[in-house]
């Protein structure tokens, strides 16, 4: 048995170039990488064809999403440890040795910060951890409203996520928030390592898959909601409350123009759940907001954005 399984998901991928390099800076680590393709059809043949000799190819006959395929990984793996990386980002050197160093404590997971890497050079890591205890509770609170990782970023136990089965295959978007959201709810807890990233890249002009361009997205994004209220079953502390109608509020500012209406009727539900809740935006922001709607906003965040060198949308952790 291997210490670790990579398991990386994959559709109509255009290399394999940046697992080529995570398997490079990671040679030293006891570790199996799996790649599945998601239904990517014969055309991509020969781009799977380059794949090291060392990788182990799943081929699902149609998509499935990554979910599902990132599940089927994980029933062929035969690590004591799972990572799970999407095909376009990369692993630095020596995480997986950093990680592992990291997995004797009862109830805690590691993870690497995000780093996420821009198309035109820039880089910003996400180390929004820092003030954040290593407790169940609050990371719960927190990973609703503001992630501060990725699930990239961690490395789980295996016996973990055979019991809590995996990803959510009815979600086709926030399925890994999802994850890590159930895991924190069962007294799990992360702890960073530093030292080493993941890192998130950002291909330009090519949306990633969290891209708020569809309404089955947000529908997606509102199940994962539901799923929380259920686990809390009329007991909710006013702390997850809280957090829970900013976790709303921001779903529907990210779908505020495309589906209005839907956007509208969340942040009534919002209020419902945290009567005056105050959406998780800096100060001056909340005060443009009550001045000239959400619109004010997005103008403000998206000439902050550019100024920054960073593409709208995209992970958060």
Known sequence: MVAISVVI???????????ARSMKANVAADAEWIVVDDGSGAEFDAIFSTLPSAVQLIRLPEKRRQAAARNAGLAQAQG????FLDADDELDQGHLA?????????NTIPFAPTKHVFANGSIYVNDSWRDLRENAEAQFRRQLVRPFFSHCGALFPRELLDRLGGYDESLITDEDGDLILRILHEGYHFTPVVGVHY???????QPRVSADDDIRKLQSRVRVCDKVEATFSGHM??????????????????YWTAFPAEAKALVARAHGIAPGYAPDIRGPLRLVRRIGGPGMVFAVQGLYRNLKGRPKGGAQG
Do not use: C
């Not at 004591?80 to 990572?83: E, P, Y």
């Open 199 to 205: 890192l998130y890249i950002h291909q330009d002009g």
């Open 98 to 106: 950093a990680l592992l160093d990291r997995v004797e404590q009862d």
């Open 9 to 19: 998901p994959a559709f109509r991928p255009n290399s394999f170039d940046a697992l």
């Open 80 to 83: 004591k440890w799972v990572k």
């Open 237 to 254: 502390t006013p702390g997850v409350a809280l957090a829970l109608a900013q976790r709303i509020d921001k779903i529907a500012m990210s």
